[in-house]
């Protein structure tokens, strides 16, 4: 079956630090990769995505995202965090076989301290 | 200012009531979505429209019923509806339907917080 995994319910990271938030899937064929942040109180907002060719993907706000055929994954990097990345952020995934649907993962909580 | 706005952004309803919330998108597209969030879970997508035609539904129950009168406006009626369908409510607009547009990214308004009492 189609799923996105991120493993992290939250992840805490002092201010200035470089940040990873993880996200695995499990879909059959070449995927579409997406990852959406949403802020306090607000709808989720497009960061990045991949779709063919050189595996990191750059995107929004400094964020970067690498995918990893082999490792079925694409997670989130930045490499000094900031106060104001502390939002919601998740990830989401397209294949042929989900009928192009998108799949999501759950979320994962990024906390950032100064 | 978003390119989706949703109205209310907060409804308390009881559970015999009828209301419904409101999507308009400003940004020329062809599909739009309504999805239901809770808190950690993943996005439910409860209805497609492409060109003001119903694409999914994803066995949603009646007494939640959408409405598309032109691309650019999306409404979901809401009727007799339960405590546990107490959710952020977001609706979202992409170029074309991701049937057609796999690589395409979603737009979305800012939601509606709606409680059922």
């Known amino acids: 079956a189609q799923s996105v995994a991120q493993p992290e319910d939250q992840v805490n990271v002092a201010e200035g630090n470089p940040l990873t938030v993880k996200c695995t899937y499990s879909?059959?064929?070449?995927?579409?990769l997406f990852w959406y942040v949403q802020y306090p109180n607000r709808g989720l907002q497009f960061l990045l995505k991949?779709?063919?060719?050189d595996n990191l993907v750059k995107g929004s706000y400094g964020f970067e995202a690498e995918f990893n055929k082999s490792q079925t994954s694409f997670h989130l990097k930045k490499p000094s965090a900031l106060v104001s990345d502390s939002a919601l952020y998740f990830c989401a995934v397209r294949a042929m076989d989900s009928n192009y649907q998108l799949i999501w993962g759950a979320g994962t909580k990024l906390i950032i301290k100064p | 200012e978003t390119g989706v706005t949703q109205t209310p952004r907060h409804l308390v309803m009881g559970m015999t009531n009828k209301k419904s919330l409101k999507c308009e998108q400003h940004?020329?597209?062809?599909?739009m979505y309504w999805y239901k969030q809770s808190a950690k879970k993943p996005l439910e997508l409860m209805f497609v429209y492409n060109f003001k035609e119903q694409t999914e539904n994803n066995s949603v129950p009646s007494r939640f019923s959408p409405e598309c009168p032109n691309s650019s406006h999306l409404f979901l009626h809401l009727h007799t509806l339960q405590p546990e369908d107490s959710a952020l409510y977001l609706c979202a607009s992409s170029q074309d339907a991701f049937l057609l547009a796999p690589s395409g990214e979603l737009f979305f308004g800012e939601g509606s917080r709606l409680t059922v009492l």
């Open positions: 940004l020329g597209h062809n599909a």
């Open positions: 879909v059959s064929g070449n995927p579409y």
């Open positions: 991949y779709i063919t060719g």
